[in-house]
């Protein structure tokens, strides 16, 4: 399926800066988050001003926030909103048998590349997606990314509609991606009209309630990047 994929829009340093960037800020916001942010302020340098704008924009509003503020507003964003869930097959599938199938191919992708996640993880979360693109193999993270294009394209309207922080972080992830394609374009209309099924059913054995959209936020624990090119 990638090869009949555009090439990616930016050298792959300039990648794994993004991604890695996005990953980090856009986690459930800790003092971990925090003790980052200069190193993505300058690595945002490295990036065309467009994108590396997009992830200083960001910065800015958590350096001028204070952190309960920050992560009362990332609980009711993220945990709250069907419409803003960073689990990706969660957009196509919802809470349904297929999900499970889907999770199962995001966990074998990793698996095939060497990358073995905690348990306590789900592997379609965006912030493990980049941090696998971006640290592990930018083609099959990539790839990812391009198989749930409609989720994530809804994902940055509906931040960008609530005028979230947010969006700019998914700008520019996306900024990183091929444009939409009609397909597309017609799966995020769909989306935007019904949202993602409803259905109930299990999920086994990807079942852990933690995961649900409307559950507490799940910390995800992700290295210290080493962003290509920027001291530490």
């Known amino acids: 399926m990638s090869a009949r994929r555009a090439k990616p829009t930016l050298p792959p340093d300039q990648l794994s800066i993004v ?28 990036v065309p001003s467009e994108i590396g704008d997009s992830l200083r924009q960001f910065v800015d509003h958590v350096e001028s926030t204070p952190l309960p503020e920050l992560q009362a507003a990332y609980v009711e964003t993220f945990d709250n909103r069907r419409r803003c869930n960073l689990f990706l097959t969660y957009f196509a599938h919802g809470d349904t048998r297929k999900r499970g199938m889907a999770l199962l191919r995001f966990k074998q992708t990793y698996l095939g590349a060497g990358f073995e996640l905690d348990d306590a993880e789900l592997p379609d979360h965006l ?36 005028d979230s922080p947010w969006a700019s972080l998914l700008e520019a992830v996306t900024a990183t991606l091929s444009p939409l394609r009609g ?17 109930e059913v299990g999920l086994a054995p990807f079942a852990q309630p933690q995961f649900s959209p409307a559950a507490a936020p799940e910390r995800i624990s992700l290295p210290m990047p080493s962003f290509p090119g920027v001291r530490a």
Do not use: K, N
């Open 183 to 199: 397909e597309e374009r017609d799966a995020v209309r769909r989306l935007a009209a019904e949202g993602p099924p409803e259905e």
């Open 19 to 46: 991604w890695q960037s996005v990953s980090l800020l856009l986690d459930y916001p800790d003092e971990r988050v925090l003790d980052r942010l200069a190193l993505v302020r300058a690595a945002a340098l490295e």
């Open 127 to 162: 912030c493990v997606v980049l941090e696998f693109a971006a640290t592990i193999d930018r083609t099959l993270g990539r790839d990812l990314m391009l198989d749930h294009r409609a989720g994530l394209e809804l994902l940055r309207l509906s931040l960008r509609d609530m």
